[in-house]
């Protein structure tokens, strides 16, 4: 299985370049920009990685990013996850970034911009992935401020694929981003928000009804409803699952208990994402790893779901063709 799970053709739909920030690559960053970081090694770095619920880990997540300055740091933290994911056997991923974290920083967006899109194109050229891009609003700042950071990125919007939804859940419900969205569909954007993580079964459904998206990032408090999960399965929207996010953040306890062998059951449309695999302990092959071990799949399901990404991934039609 070990194998299988390597050489199968992967698609990751639910990725924050920034949390595939490394502790090493923190520190390289820290050291060119002339930072000085609140750990003295790697290690404890790591030791500090220390979260209990969502909150916990976004102080840590907003913290770490502190060392991304330049176009050229954008550029190298995607370029390595990029050639991490592509040894992983992944050959599709959708990433979301957090355009306001930078600008609040002082980052420019033209340096956000300019180094995620020259990597993307250094992976489409130089390795077999290809790579859509999702700007997502952090959902605990207002939606006017949002709304200003997608106007401002009028000079980029033929190369962003789709806007998203993040940040602290709890009482920050989707509707507020109603403007927003509705900006971006306008302006032929695709949707995707995260929902039903920590917050409740009814932000997935106002994610739905108010933002019209169309994959809903994590969603898997759905089955506390069970007439949005008949919804969820007859439209067959993509939920987009993180396993090894889950359990690091709490939603579930261990992974035996994770709801997703429910999910299947019910007949919803599930893939399996990484969320912040420098965060999470793993990245795509982990996370079908841990999976296995939990649930002990077959190698169809792992196909299943696989399909499913690919079927929904933000990638040019015949890259689909190829892929499927
Ligand atoms: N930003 C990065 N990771 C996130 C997650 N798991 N949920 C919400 N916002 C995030
Ligand atoms: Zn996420």
């Known amino acids: 299985m070990q194998d299988f799970l390597q050489q199968l ?6 990725l924050h370049i920034e949390g595939t920030l490394e502790p090493e ?16 090694t790697v290690d404890e770095v790591r030791d500090a990685y220390r979260f209990d619920d969502l909150p916990g880990f976004l102080a840590l997540y907003f913290q ?18 990029f050639m991490r994911a592509h040894e992983e056997g992944v050959v599709h991923l959708d ?7 930078h600008l609040q920083r002082g980052v420019t967006l033209e340096a956000v911009m300019q180094g995620l899109l020259s990597a993307r194109q250094e992976a ?30 009028s000079p980029f919007w033929s ?6 939804l993040d940040s602290a859940e709890n009482g920050n419900p989707p509707g507020e981003f109603a403007s927003v969205f509705s900006r971006a569909a306008e302006l032929g954007l695709a949707r995707v928000a995260h929902a039903g993580e920590e917050g409740p079964a009814d932000y997935i459904i106002e994610a739905l009804d108010m933002l019209g998206v169309e994959r809903v990032d994590h969603g898997v408090r759905c089955l506390e409803d069970e007439t949005l999960v008949k919804r969820l399965s007859d439209e067959q929207t993509v939920l987009t699952v993180c396993p ?13 208990d994770h709801p997703l062998p ?9 893939t399996i994402s990484s969320d912040d695999p420098a965060y999470f302990g793993g990245g795509m092959l982990a996370n079908h790893q841990a999976c296995f071990e939990a649930f002990g799949w077959d190698e169809a399901t792992f196909y299943q779901l696989t399909r499913n990404a690919i079927e929904a991934g933000f990638m040019s039609r015949d890259r689909r063709a190829d892929l499927l």
């Open 9 to 14: 053709p992967k698609v990751e739909l639910h």
């Open 25 to 40: 690559l923190m520190f390289k960053l820290a050291s060119r920009n002339g930072i000085t970081l609140p750990y003295a």
């Open 64 to 81: 770490g990013m502190d060392v991304l300055r330049t176009s050229q740091d954008f550029h190298d933290l995607a370029m390595t996850y």
């Open 95 to 101: 990433m979301h970034f957090d355009p306001q974290a």
């Open 124 to 153: 489409e050229q130089s390795l077999d992935l290809t790579v859509g891009v999702i700007m997502a609003f952090l959902r605990d700042r207002p939606a006017d401020e949002a709304l200003a950071v997608l106007e401002q990125a």
């Open 159 to 164: 190369q962003l694929d789709a806007v998203g």
């Open 244 to 256: 090894l996010s889950n359990v690091s953040l709490g939603v579930v306890k261990e992974l035996g």
């Open 262 to 270: 429910a999910m299947l059951d019910a007949g919803l449309n599930v």
